[in-house]
Every structure is written in C-alpha cells, then in structure tokens.
C-alpha cells in the first residue's frame, strides 16, 4: 500500500505571473533582475523610492516639497469623493502625492531629480504634481544644477479638471525658460506615459530615454483607430516603435539607466 506525505503548501508570493509573457516566474529571480521578467525581459513597475534607490547614488537623495498634498478644490464625487481616494492612496504609498522631487547625485554628478509613483491615482497630474514639478525645474535652474525626471503616469487628473490641464503649460513654460538659461534635461519615459504629461514635460528633455517596451502615447490606441479609421500597427505606442520614428533618443534597459544618465550628465554639463 502506497503512503503519501502531505501535500506542502506553496507560499504566497513565491511566484509572479509576467504581465508580458504569461510566463510564472520565481519572484526572487524578478527582483535580482531589478524587477524584470528573466524570460522576456519585460519590465514591472516600480515607485519612486525604487528608482531613487537605482538611479541615483546611494545616500544622496534629498527630498524636497514633500509636505505639499492636493486639495479637492471642486469637491469632486463620482462613485466615491475624490478626497476619500487621495486619503486611500495615501495610506497606500506613503506619499502625499504621485511624484517625489530632490536633490541627489548621479554618478557623483550633482542634479535634480524627479519620479513617479503609478499607484497614486495613476501617477496623474494635478495641480500638486505640477507645482512640485515646476519647482523643481526652478531648483535646478537655480542652483545651476541639471534636472533628470523619470515619467510613468495616466496623464491629467480629471477629478480637478482645468486645474490639472493647467499644469501642463505651466510646467512647459518652466521648462522652456531652463532651457534658455542654459539648463539641461534628461527625461526617461517608463510604462506607462501617456496623456498630459506625454504632451508636455516628459517630452521636453534634451535627451529622451525609454525603458525597454514602455507604452508611450497620448490618447488611446482605440480612440485612435476610430478616429482615423484606419488599423494601427502591432507595435505602436510602444518605445520600439516610437525610436524608430525619431521620439525617443535611446532605449535603455533598467540596469543600464543610471551608468547612462551619468555619461549624459558628464557630456552635457
């Protein structure tokens, strides 16, 4: 007669199921990737903290404006109040708001930087995203030092409506007088950018960067094709196809990003 042990329970959160491929993956081999899948080099979100800790030298990164939280100037009420959800994110992420600005060192090059959190209302940009943003333009502008900005949101925050639309000439125009002061901008675009902040900072930079197979677009592939009545490629929106059509400057994998900002930063400061 045949005996049998007890079945061994597996973990909860051993695995992870790529969003790319499909594939099941070990979660450690993930994470030792720097949060990409080892069978199709797809890359998972990560927050700010992450990106800081990746992207900039180890203890350098000063924050700046963290104390700055939105309002709810419309008191705005779909299926739920838009406070009660900034409240929600909050408690989610730790974070007042969906971008973290600071003073930092990239390769023992001294700049300003900036990045997303996607979990906050889907990094969307309202009035405080492009406050902080534009100060942080302004840090950089004076203080002389250059500004890197890593992008990753659903565009502009409909909850605080022309408000949030604001934001995207106000922190063009921030940019565009960096820029005549001489300033330099490297901005690196993740999955996803889309919407507002596709049509205004994040594609602004003096050198472009994508990760690898990051959506990047403004509107919608559907709306798109509904509008143009015409079927669009397998590949649009993606960073591959936006290189190939003279957006992007370059496509740099996540492990890469940092040793690639500090070349960039040398050559253009």
């Not at 030298?57 to 959800?85: H, I, Q, S, W």
């Not at 949030?164 to 300033?183: E, I, P, V, Y």
Request: glycine share 10%; charged share 25%; proline share 4%.
């Amino acid at each position: 007669m045949l005996r049998f042990g007890k079945k061994k329970q597996v973990p909860d959160g051993l695995f992870v199921k790529c969003e790319g491929c499909g594939a099941v993956v070990y979660r450690k081999n993930v994470e030792e990737r720097l949060q990409t899948c080892p069978e199709c080099n797809y890359h998972f979100r990560i927050g700010p903290w992450d990106r800081i800790r990746l992207h900039t030298d180890e203890g350098t990164f000063t924050e700046m404006d963290g104390d700055l939280r939105p309002c709810d100037p419309l008191n705005f009420v779909a299926k739920k109040a838009y406070k009660d959800d900034l409240e929600k994110d909050t408690e989610a992420t730790g974070l007042n708001e969906a971008i973290i600005c600071g003073t930092c060192r990239i390769e023992d090059r001294p700049a300003v930087f900036a990045a997303m959190d996607f979990r906050f209302r889907g990094a969307s940009m309202g009035s405080v995203v492009g406050e902080k943003l534009t100060r942080a333009v302004e840090r950089a502008m004076g203080e002389g030092l250059p500004l890197v900005t890593v992008a990753a949101s659903g565009g502009a925050r409909m909850q605080e409506s022309a408000y949030s639309l604001m934001q995207m000439a106000k922190t063009c125009a921030a940019l565009n007088r960096f820029s005549r002061a001489g300033g330099a901008y490297l901005s690196v675009m993740t999955h996803p950018t889309t919407g507002g902040v596709t049509a205004s900072w994040a594609s602004m930079g003096d050198v472009i960067l994508a990760e690898p197979g990051a959506l990047i677009g403004f509107a919608g592939r559907r709306v798109i094709e509904e509008t143009i009545k015409q079927e669009l490629p397998p590949d649009f929106q993606t960073a591959e196809f936006l290189l190939q059509h003279g957006f992007l400057d370059m496509i740099v994998p996540r492990a890469e990003i940092k040793r690639t900002l500090g070349r960039l930063l040398a050559y253009l400061t």
